[in-house]
């Protein structure tokens, strides 16, 4: 296994996400954790594998100093369009995480690794790189593709036979990420570097709906209850993505 980069097909697959309510939602419980902890200055931001730069995008736009690192070409000229066309500057970085991590930086106020770990060959690599590049007293915001719920899900469906196989892996070529995390797992990884101050689910209850329910519910209903139970201690750990909000170790070793 490999890490996955995205092409043309892929930019198009996440314009419809961000355009429909599961973009919405995810935006919105990414928004409100943050606002809970970022401190009301300017901050200098790195999103790792900032995609088409959404949430890079909105951090600009109060001010912060933001760099978006981002190893497809194609994502990176999205994201840059889309700041062009805010009005908005930041810098734009076309290199994978390995690349960049074994660079000299300053380290960052605020790191911004969202829905890449599902993506990587070996995702736990990554949590020393991104210790090394957050501030002391900084913050990593780190959102992943949930393991538990895609078990649910297929529980929900009766795809027992694929429970039994533990054929979790997306189609080679396809948009299904390719290693969905368990948490439990990642957050044994996490703890020697990590302090996981918040986390919350992303979508706990919206792609479990029938459709014909979801469509009934105005969005802005649908995104006001997933933030009010994205942290509910029976529910936010069945989110179709988990974000973790983490501040680095004091002492800890990469």
């Not at 390995?98 to 949590?127: G, K, M, N, R």
């Not at 991104?130 to 078990?151: E, M, P, V």
Request: charged fraction near 20%; proline fraction near 5%; include cysteine.
């Amino acid at each position: 296994m490999h890490d996955h980069h995205f092409d043309e097909l892929a930019i198009r697959f996440a314009e419809k996400i961000y355009g429909s309510n599961k973009g919405a939602i995810r935006l919105a419980v990414l928004q409100a954790d943050l606002n809970e902890v970022i401190p009301q200055r300017p901050l200098r931001v790195l999103d790792i594998g900032a995609g088409l730069g959404h949430m890079s995008l909105w951090l600009a736009q109060q001010g912060h100093e933001v760099t978006l690192v981002e190893p497809a070409l194609s994502m990176l000229e999205a994201a840059q369009q889309r700041f062009s066309a805010a009005q908005c500057s930041a810098t734009f970085i076309h290199s994978d995480w390995q690349s960049f991590a074994q660079q000299e930086h300053t380290p960052y106020d605020l790191v911004l690794c969202h829905a890449v770990l599902e993506w990587l060959a070996d995702p736990h690599a990554i949590l020393a790189a991104l210790h090394r590049l957050t501030a002391a007293q900084g913050w990593l915001s780190l959102a992943f593709y949930n393991k538990d719920a895609l078990i649910l899900q297929n529980l929900i469906k009766g795809n027992l036979r694929k429970l039994n196989q533990q054929r979790f892996t997306g189609d080679a070529g396809g948009l299904t990420p390719q290693q969905p995390l368990d948490p439990r797992e990642l957050t044994t990884q996490a703890e020697p570097l990590w302090l996981i101050q918040h986390r919350s689910g992303i979508r706990v209850f919206h792609d479990y709906m029938q459709p014909q329910f979801r469509q009934k519910i105005a969005a802005e209903e649908l995104i006001s209850t997933e933030l009010s139970y994205r942290r509910h201690p029976a529910l936010s750990g069945l989110g179709r993505y988990l974000h973790w909000l983490c501040q680095p170790r004091s002492g800890a070793v990469d």
